[in-house]
């Protein structure tokens, strides 16, 4: 069995602890600190803000500049205003705070959900949950051992189209499901460099880099743009990437299931295609890759053009999954089934601001009241965030990968093995769990 069917069954068989929220009445608010204040991570804010149900007390960033409109966006939705703080350390400290939502870069997700964990700390975290295969083994073995709920920011977990869409499939309608692709062609920015500078006054620049390398500061590797560089994130693949091969995967276990089957957790080998061909820019990850992942008598494939005007079924994001009578196309808010002439039999929808977004953060705290595993469970986030991973090695050592599923490691290749996990710069080490 492997490490992570491990922690599955684990959480199958006792769940998790059910908790008294608040020091009293189990109707009290949960209290919530945000780690991360602007782009995705303010949106998390605003949103946990806005639940009735929710005391919006810390707010965490390195950035000191982003806290007067952070906390005035915060005390405009529970008009209270809530502290801040630089040093994540300190929410860890705060015995009161009940659940901690990490919004940082890529490189900032597993340290901290490993000792919110340790600190008694329930947690939301943003996919990709982890920076390499080695950060999400640790941050599944923290939230079992000392038994927190951990939910990864892959909302479409909590999406009601998603159920109609995956229950279409598996009702056998498009026939023998064998291919599944998921794509990104939304055309991003080139990243021009830019020489190093000053550390902005106000930013604590040495707890942003963390565990990465130290290096001078440059405004490309700092908001915004840290995504496309090696140290700090996971390229266009765990980025949007994360969201369309999860639900093209769970699209192809479906399809299996309508034929008494079950997918594997993880597939036999993985290969990868492209690289920089378009932006002559800083950037380090790829703007063209196709990714294959092989299972027994399945595949599941993802295509990356971040640099075309162009869509694929009409979207410029989504999934498809391909049946021998048909095909379902699966996008953020909608899906379609297709009969064996392409027509569209039927469709339906459901809205990313109003019901994911929101639903999969009470989908948390409901799950923390009732002591059962997220939507998104931690096991679950990290197989997803994982294949990112594993096809972003396939294509920096250029060559098809076999995967041991029990080991969670590639078959006879040190060299891929080595991107499994990364050096971490001391104090920000990985936390022994």
């Known amino acids: 069995m492997s490490f992570s069917r491990r922690f599955l069954f684990t959480a199958a068989a006792i769940g998790f602890p059910a908790i008294r929220i608040g020091r009293g009445s189990p109707n009290e608010k949960f209290r919530v600190a945000c780690m991360g204040v602007r782009g995705r991570a303010g949106h998390l804010m ?105 939910q990864v920011g892959i909302q479409t977990r909590s999406a009601r189209h998603f159920i109609e869409a995956l229950d279409y499939i598996r009702s056998g309608k498009i026939g023998k499901v064998i291919l599944a692709k998921g794509w990104e062609t939304a055309r991003q920015k080139p990243v021009p460099p830019v020489a190093d500078g000053a550390v902005p006054d106000g930013v604590d620049y040495d707890i942003w880099l963390g565990p990465a390398p ?23 693949l765990g980025n949007d990437g994360v969201h369309r091969i999860d639900y093209a995967r769970r699209g192809l276990a479906a399809g299996f299931e309508a034929r008494g089957q079950k997918l594997p957790d993880w597939p036999k080998a993985v290969s ?30 993802y295509e990356l053009r971040i640099w075309t005007p ?10 498809a999954i391909y049946g021998s009578d048909g095909y379902v196309v699966i996008t953020n808010e909608t899906w379609r089934a297709h009969d064996a002439r392409g027509s569209v039999v039927k469709r339906g929808e459901s809205s990313k601001e109003t019901e994911h977004d929101p639903g999969h953060k009470r989908n948390l ?50 060299e891929a093995n080595r991107y499994l996990g990364r050096s971490y710069r001391p104090p920000w080490v990985l936390p022994k769990v």
């Open 46 to 150: 605003r949103g946990f803000a806005e639940l009735p149900e929710v005391d919006l007390v810390t707010l965490c960033d390195v950035d000191s500049r982003l806290f007067p409109q952070a906390v005035a966006d915060v005390a405009q939705r529970q008009k209270k205003r809530p502290a801040t703080v630089q040093d994540f350390r300190r929410v860890l400290d705060d015995k009161s705070i009940d659940v901690l939502c990490v919004g940082t870069p890529d490189h900032w997700h597993a340290i901290p959900t490993i000792l919110a964990c340790q600190a008694g700390k329930h947690v939301y975290v943003e996919k990709p949950c982890s920076h390499n295969v080695r950060e999400g083994q640790a941050m599944l073995a923290a939230a079992r051992k000392y038994k927190k709920a951990v």
């Open 214 to 236: 130290k290096r001078p500061f440059n405004q490309n590797r700092f908001h915004g743009s840290w995504r496309w560089f090696f140290d700090y994130g996971t390229g266009d």
């Open 272 to 301: 990868a295609n492209g690289g920089k061909f378009f932006f002559d820019d800083a950037q380090e990850w790829p703007d063209t890759l196709t990714v294959t992942w092989d299972y027994p008598g399945a595949t599941l494939m």
């Open 310 to 319: 162009n869509t694929m079924e009409s979207h410029e994001e989504g999934a």
């Open 365 to 414: 705290l409901a799950c923390i009241r009732d002591g059962k595993a997220p939507a998104c469970d931690i096991a679950i986030g990290h197989i997803a965030s994982s294949l990112c991973h594993i096809g972003n090695i396939a294509w920096r050592v250029d060559r098809k990968l076999h995967w041991d599923a029990v080991n969670e490691r590639f078959a006879g290749d040190e």
